[in-house]
C-alpha cells in the first residue's frame, strides 16, 4: 500500500500540500500507541477480517501507525491500495482482487500477503487533505455491509480526532516548555497561579527573593503567603472607592483593576520567609487559553532592594558633596518620579524635595 522511492518532480500543488499537512502531525515513524492499535482491532472485529491497519501516505511509501495481522511496518507506495483510496472520497472497496485489472497482478495480491479484498476509508485532516486510510483486508472475496461501511468511516473520523488531540497535545507541551524556560531565566521573581489564585508555579528567582521553594508554594494562596494582611486591606480600601464597589482584601485586590481594563505596577513589601519584608515592583497579567477562557495569572515581582540601597548611597554621597544630586525613574506609562532628591535641590532652585 505505498508510490515510488520519490515523488515525481512536477507532483501537483494539491499534493505537497498533502505532504505538508501530513508532516505537520509529526507521527509517522513514531511508536507503537495502544490508543491507535484499538481503533485497528475495533475495525477488524466489526468487519470480520483478519488483516486492519491504520495507513499514512507520504511520498514514497505506505506506513503503518497501527496493524493488525501484517508483520511488515510499511510497503511501496506505487503498490499500495491506499494511494487509490486517498485520491477518492468515502469508501474504496476491492471485493476481488483477482478479478480487477488494477490490481490481479500487484505482488500484494499474488504474494504475502495474498489480498483479495480490501475496503479502505481516508483519514481526513480538518482542512481537507486525505493523509492515510483506515483499511481492513481479507485473502477471500468479501463484501462490505453498509453498516460495516457505516462504522469503518466513523472510526476513521474518531482516528482523525486522535491525531488532532495528539497535535494539540504536543502543542500544549512545547508551549509549556518554552513558557517555563522564560520563567527560569527571568530576572523578576515570576509566580503562576491560578484563577483562584492558587499558586502553581515560580521560578528561581522567586525562590530567591521569598525564600521558599517551589514545592514549598505550590497551591499555596498567593496573598495570604506573602502579603501583609495590614497593606492588603488598605488597598482593598481604595479600590472600593475607586471602583464604587467592595472588593475583599485578598486576591481580587490584584485582579479587580484587570477587570477593569486597568495594568498597574505597583509597589509592595511582600514577606519573605525569614520574616523580614521585601520591596517589590508588581505586576499582574492575566492568562487565557485560545478560548479568550481565563486560566490563571502570572504575577511579576521586581526587587526593589537594589534601588533601595542605592537611595541610601545617594543620600550618603549627597552630605559630602555640594550641589544637586537626585535619580529619575522614566516609567512608560507616565507616572515617571524622582526616587531621591538631594536637599541642595532648594539651594539651587528654591524648590523643596515635596514639590
Not at 507532483?11 to 507503537?32: C, G, H, K, M, N
Not at 469503518?152 to 497535535?167: A, G, H, P
Not at 472600593?240 to 477587570?259: D, H, I, Q, R, Y
Amino acid at each position: 500500500m505505498e508510490s515510488p522511492k520519490s515523488m515525481p518532480a512536477s507532483a501537483p500543488p494539491r499534493e505537497l500540500s498533502r505532504l505538508a499537512a501530513l508532516l505537520r502531525y509529526e507521527i509517522l515513524d513514531t511508536p507503537d500507541e495502544s490508543a491507535f492499535d484499538d481503533f485497528a482491532q475495533l475495525a477488524a472485529y466489526i468487519c470480520d477480517t483478519p488483516i486492519a491497519l491504520i495507513s499514512l501516505v507520504d511520498n514514497h511509501r505506505q506506513w503503518f501507525k497501527s496493524r493488525l495481522g501484517l508483520d511488515v511496518s510499511e510497503t511501496p507506495r506505487d503498490i499500495s491500495f491506499c494511494t487509490h483510496t486517498i485520491e477518492g472520497q468515502g469508501i474504496f472497496e476491492i471485493n476481488d482482487a483477482h478479478q480487477d485489472q488494477r490490481f490481479r497482478h500487484n505482488p500484494l495480491v499474488t504474494g504475502d500477503p495474498h489480498i483479495r479484498f480490501y475496503a479502505g476509508a481516508p483519514l481526513t485532516s480538518p482542512d481537507g487533505y486525505n493523509l492515510g486510510t483506515l483499511c481492513v483486508i481479507d485473502r477471500q472475496p468479501r463484501q462490505l455491509s453498509d453498516a460495516q461501511r457505516g462504522a469503518l468511516v466513523r472510526l476513521s473520523r474518531q482516528i482523525m480526532r486522535l491525531f488532532e488531540e495528539r497535535l494539540q497535545a504536543h502543542r500544549y507541551a512545547e508551549q509549556a516548555a518554552l513558557q517555563q524556560a522564560l520563567l527560569n531565566s527571568a530576572a523578576s521573581a515570576m509566580l503562576v497561579t491560578t484563577a483562584e489564585g492558587l499558586i502553581s508555579g515560580v521560578n528561581p528567582t522567586a525562590e530567591r527573593l521569598f525564600g521558599y521553594s517551589e514545592q514549598m508554594l505550590i497551591g499555596r494562596p498567593l496573598t495570604s503567603t506573602l502579603f501583609p494582611p495590614d497593606a492588603l486591606a488598605r488597598r482593598a480600601t481604595i479600590l472600593s472607592n475607586e471602583l464604587g464597589e467592595t472588593v475583599e482584601p485578598g486576591f481580587a485586590v490584584l485582579t479587580a483593576p484587570l477587570l477593569e481594563g486597568r495594568r498597574e505596577m505597583r509597589e509592595w513589601r511582600l514577606l519573605n520567609r525569614n520574616g523580614g519584608s521585601v520591596p517589590v515592583l508588581l505586576n499582574v497579567s492575566a492568562i487565557h487559553d485560545e478560548d479568550e477562557l481565563l486560566r490563571g495569572y502570572i504575577v511579576s515581582a521586581y526587587d526593589l532592594a537594589h534601588q533601595e540601597h542605592l537611595q541610601l548611597r545617594l543620600q550618603q554621597i549627597a552630605a559630602q558633596v555640594p550641589g544637586l544630586l537626585f535619580q529619575f525613574c522614566w516609567r512608560s506609562d507616565g507616572n515617571s518620579s524622582f526616587p531621591y532628591l538631594s536637599e541642595g535641590l532648594e539651594d539651587i532652585y528654591g524648590l523643596s524635595t515635596a514639590e
